[in-house]
C-alpha cells in the first residue's frame, strides 16, 4: 500500500487540528490532533539517526503508558525504522535479550525508567534518548504523504512472552497495522465518535493496536497510566464508550461495582473481552454491569492476529466459544495428521488471513515452522497451539491450549472444562488448572484458586467439582492462594505454577 498507518493518521491530524485526540488519565496531559502531529514529527526526527543493526534500523521503545508510548510506534513509521516495545515489566536479563536479539541501536525512554534504559544502554552498546528531553516545535506546514510506498518494509517487533524458551521477535508490516485497524473498525463499529479507554500496558500489541485505530478514524483515547478499577468503572460510567478488557481486569471492576452497591454504568457502548478465556459467569456479569454495552468475545494469538469474533446474546452463550471468522481470515481445526476436523471434533486451530505476522526476526526455521506441517491440509496456515471445536452454528469453541491437556489414566481433560466448573463456585474468583506429574495416573489434576472466603477447604471444591464433572476429570489436589501468576497481559501463566507445586 502508499500509505503507512503513520500517514494515515498524520492525515487525519492535518484535517482535524483541533479535535482532542489523547487524553492521559491520573495527571497526564491532553493533546489535540495538531499537537499528535507535532509530536510524532518530533519523535521522528529524534530517532532518525539510529544506525542500523543486523535486522535493519531499530529503536527500543521503553517508555511509560502515556500519549508519546503511541505516538513513538507512529514516530518509528514515519522516520522509516522498526519499533521494538520492550515489556517494562521484564526483568534487566529479559530487557537486555529483547534488545540484543533485536539489535537496537537506540533506545527511546523516559522516566520511571531511565536508569533501566541506560543498564541497557551500557550492556548492550545502544544509544538512549530521554523522550522528555525532545521538544516539539510547531510543524503545521505542508506534508507529503503518500509517496514512499513502504508498505512491505516491517514496522513493529513484538516479542512473544517467551513461556517456555527464548522469547521470539514476530514481526508487522505496515501494511499489517493498515489493513488490521480498517478491518477492526470495521468489525467492531468504532467511529470518529468514540472515546476509547486503553486500561492496559501500550507495550502489548493490542491495546497499542486499538489505540492506532482510534486516532486512524479520529476518534478519543483516554490512557490510564496504571490500571485501577475505581477510576476505570468511573470512565466507563460517564465518558469512555469503547474498551478492551482482559477477563482480570473485568473481574475487578465487577468487584468495585459490588462494592459501590451496583450503581449505572451508562456511557460504555463497545467492550472487547481478549486475551484469555473467560467463564459463562463473568460474561453474564458484564451483561448485568453494562446494560448499555455490546459485550464481544475476540479470539487471537500472537502470530494470527484476531482472527474470530462474537457480539455475545444471552439466549445463545456458550461456554468457550469465541465466535465466527473475521473478515479476512479462513480458519480451521486440524487433527494431528494435519486434516481438516469435522464439526464437534477437537483440533488445534489455524487461520490463513489477509494479514498477519511476517515471521521471526532472524529465525527463518521458526518462521517456517509457523506456516507448514509435514503434512496434510494445515501447510499454509498459522497454527495457534489452541484445541478448538467447531459448534453446527459455525462458532469455534477454544476448549484449551494444546500443550495444556492433562492425560490421566489415559483419559485426557480439558483443564478449561474444568476451570468452567471451578469458577461456577460461589466463593472462587479465579482458579487455574494444571496436570502435574504422577507415577500412577500419569499426570494429577490439580487446582489453584483464589477464594473470597478464607475458610474455604479443599475437599468442599472437590466435592463441588465431583457433582457436575466426571470423576477423573475432579482436582485431586486443590490449593488455596491469594493470586495467580499472570503476564502482564493477564493471561495466567500455567508454567510458573508447575514450576511452584514441583519445585522445578
Keep these: 500500500m502508499r500509505l503507512t498507518l503513520a500517514e494515515t493518521i498524520l492525515n487525519r491530524c492535518i484535517n482535524h487540528p483541533d479535535r482532542i485526540a489523547i487524553e492521559v488519565l491520573q495527571g497526564g496531559p491532553t493533546l489535540s490532533y495538531g499537537q499528535v502531529r507535532d509530536r510524532i514529527l518530533a519523535l521522528a526526527d529524534a530517532v532518525a539517526g539510529v544506525a542500523p543493526g543486523r535486522h535493519g534500523r531499530m529503536v527500543g521503545i521503553l517508555l511509560p503508558n502515556a500519549a508519546d508510548h503511541v505516538l513513538a510506534y507512529m514516530a518509528c513509521q514515519w522516520a522509516e525504522a522498526g519499533a521494538v516495545p520492550v515489556n517494562s515489566r521484564m526483568a534487566p ?55 514512499a510506498g513502504r508498505g512491505a518494509e516491517h514496522a513493529v517487533v513484538g516479542y512473544t512472552s ?23 473498525g470495521w468489525e467492531f463499529g468504532l467511529t470518529a465518535r468514540d472515546t476509547m479507554l486503553v486500561p492496559g500496558p501500550l507495550f502489548h500489541l493490542s491495546y497499542a493496536g486499538l489505540s492506532f485505530a482510534a486516532l486512524a478514524i479520529g476518534a478519543r483515547i483516554r490512557i490510564m497510566q496504571t490500571f485501577e478499577a475505581p477510576l476505570a468503572m468511573e470512565e466507563l460510567a460517564e465518558r ?16 468495585e461495582w459490588r462494592r459501590q452497591d451496583c450503581p449505572p454504568i451508562d456511557a460504555f457502548r463497545f467492550m472487547i473481552s481478549s486475551g484469555a478465556p473467560g467463564p459463562l459467569s463473568l460474561t453474564k456479569q458484564c451483561l448485568e454491569m453494562f446494560p448499555n454495552a455490546q459485550i464481544a468475545e475476540a479470539y487471537g494469538w500472537t502470530e494470527g492476529g484476531w482472527v474470530t469474533f462474537e457480539v455475545k446474546e444471552r439466549e445463545t452463550l456458550l461456554a468457550h466459544s469465541v465466535g465466527w471468522p473475521t473478515f479476512g481470515n479462513e480458519v480451521a481445526v486440524f487433527d494431528e495428521a494435519g486434516q481438516p476436523c469435522p464439526v464437534g471434533e477437537p483440533g488445534e486451530v489455524g487461520v490463513k488471513a489477509l494479514t498477519h505476522f511476517s515471521g521471526y526476526l532472524g529465525r527463518s526455521d521458526a518462521t517456517e515452522a509457523a506456516w507448514h506441517r509435514p503434512e496434510g491440509h494445515a501447510q499454509g496456515y498459522v497454527m495457534s497451539g489452541d484445541v478448538g471445536i467447531w459448534q453446527p452454528d459455525g462458532r469455534l469453541c477454544i476448549v484449551d491450549r494444546k500443550k495444556d491437556m492433562i492425560i490421566s489414566g489415559g483419559e485426557n481433560i480439558y483443564t478449561a472444562e474444568v476451570e468452567r466448573i471451578l469458577h461456577e463456585h460461589p466463593d472462587i474468583i479465579e482458579a487455574a488448572v494444571v496436570g502435574l506429574p504422577d507415577d500412577r495416573w500419569g499426570e494429577l489434576v490439580t487446582a489453584m484458586i483464589v477464594s473470597r472466603d478464607p475458610e474455604l477447604q479443599p475437599d468442599a471444591v472437590e466435592k463441588f467439582c465431583r457433582e457436575r464433572l466426571a470423576g477423573y476429570k475432579v482436582p485431586r489436589r486443590v490449593i488455596v492462594t491469594g493470586e495467580l501468576p499472570r503476564n502482564p497481559m493477564g493471561k495466567v501463566q500455567k508454567f510458573r505454577i508447575i514450576e511452584e507445586l514441583t519445585g522445578d
Excluded at 93 to 111: C, R
Excluded at 166 to 178: E, Q, R, T, V
Excluded at 240 to 255: D, G, K, Q
Aim: with cysteine.
Design 93 to 147: 536479563p529479559e530487557m537486555q535479550f529483547v534488545i540484543e536479539d533485536s539489535d537496537a541501536k537506540l533506545i527511546l525512554a523516559a522516566e520511571p525508567y531511565m536508569e533501566a534504559a541506560r543498564t541497557l544502554a551500557a550492556a548492550t552498546g545502544a544509544t538512549v534518548i530521554d523522550a522528555d528531553s525532545i521538544d516539539t516545535p510547531d510543524r503545521s506546514g505542508p506534508l507529503v504523504l503518500g509517496e
Design 162 to 184: 517467551g513461556t517456555t524458551g527464548f522469547p521470539k521477535g514476530a514481526l508487522y508490516s505496515n501494511d499489517h497495522y493498515l489493513t488490521s485497524c480498517m478491518r477492526w
Design 240 to 255: 469512555a464508550t469503547f474498551a478492551f478488557l482482559v477477563p482480570s481486569m473485568t473481574t475487578m471492576i465487577a468487584e
